[in-house]
């Protein structure tokens, strides 16, 4: 038994004629977050809807892929276990999927209801030892105080801060996030970086996690993969990415050839500020 939380081989996806994703195979082990990077349309989406089950790839002998050494799915068929893959991941997303006319409790109670009995699901009833692990949930992220509250009256750090805690009430094994802090102001960007990081510190979860923002991508997560035009563009430790091998990341055309390796910490650090450049609020 290997060390990965992810494995693809030959993942490929097209969109009508648009081909998404090229050819796609992947080991990433269970070493802290992993960030996925690259420019807009790049394909970083579309790879965390096919790891996350939620996207299935074009019906191609080889394809497969396994988190957390379960089959989520093979040939462009969602693997038999997928729900319970489904209901073993936490999902983050850009636009909070939380119910907003709902509770702040009652969402991270939502997170238990993969292991809740049919009956008790229908008539909308959890159990008080359910209702104190939400509350305990709730208490990690720093929202115990918002419990009674509607979803809709909380700012966009809070609702993020709020998935994080179902996720910790449904036991995920992995976290998956896409784009997690695209909508939100520096500070509260931060907080949920900073929580991301305790949870995968403190509770061992692996973070999936797609940024746009490479200064975050450097400081929170110790993996990145990188996506151009579909393709793998770079893979490897957050610290070894080069100056070089960002600003061309970036590059509006495609590059002669990738570039990766030893990084270079001061131009690393002006490459940085060429690719963020039009980012404000930069972690500190
Ligand atoms: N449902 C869809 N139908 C058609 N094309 C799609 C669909 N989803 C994604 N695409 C296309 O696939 C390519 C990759 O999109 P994807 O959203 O994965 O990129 P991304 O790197 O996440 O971009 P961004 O950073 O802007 O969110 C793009 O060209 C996009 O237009």
């Known amino acids: 038994m290997n060390n990965n939380i992810i494995e693809v081989r030959c993942l490929s996806k097209t969109f009508d004629n648009k081909k998404a994703l090229k050819n796609i195979s992947l080991d990433i082990a269970h070493a802290g977050i992993t960030a996925l990077l690259g420019p807009s349309g790049s394909g970083k989406s579309t790879l965390l809807r096919h790891l996350s089950g939620l996207a299935l790839s074009d019906k191609k002998d080889g394809t497969e892929i396994r988190v957390m050494g379960e089959l989520v799915q093979a040939r462009g068929r969602a693997a038999s276990g997928v729900r319970c893959c489904r209901a073993r991941a936490g999902y983050i997303f850009q636009q909070f999927n939380l119910v907003n006319r709902l509770s702040v409790l009652t969402n991270v109670l939502i997170g238990a209801l993969g292991s809740t009995a049919r009956w008790r699901t229908l008539t909308g009833r959890f159990t008080a030892e359910q209702r104190r692990q939400a509350m305990q949930a709730l208490e990690r992220v720093g929202m115990a105080a918002f419990a009674g509250q509607r979803v809709s009256t909380l700012s966009g750090g809070q609702q993020q801060r709020v998935a994080i805690a179902r996720s910790l009430m449904q036991q995920a094994r ?3 996030a896409d784009e997690p802090i695209a909508s939100l102001d520096p500070e509260s960007a931060r907080t949920v970086m900073e929580l991301l990081r305790d949870i995968n510190e403190r509770e061992g979860i692996p973070v999936v996690v797609t940024l746009h923002q490479v200064d975050y991508a450097l400081k929170y997560c110790q993996q990145l993969v990188a996506l151009r035009e579909g393709e ?15 600003t061309a990341l970036y590059a509006r055309s495609r590059p002669l050839s990738s570039v990766a390796g030893a990084a270079d910490a001061g131009s690393r650090a002006s490459a940085l500020s060429f690719v963020t450049g039009s980012i404000q609020g930069q972690p500190s």
Do not use: C, V
């Not at 793998?232 to 960002?246: H, K």
């Open 174 to 176: 992995i976290i998956f």
């Open 232 to 246: 793998i563009f770079y893979q490897g430790a957050a610290d070894a990415i080069t100056s070089e091998a960002l």
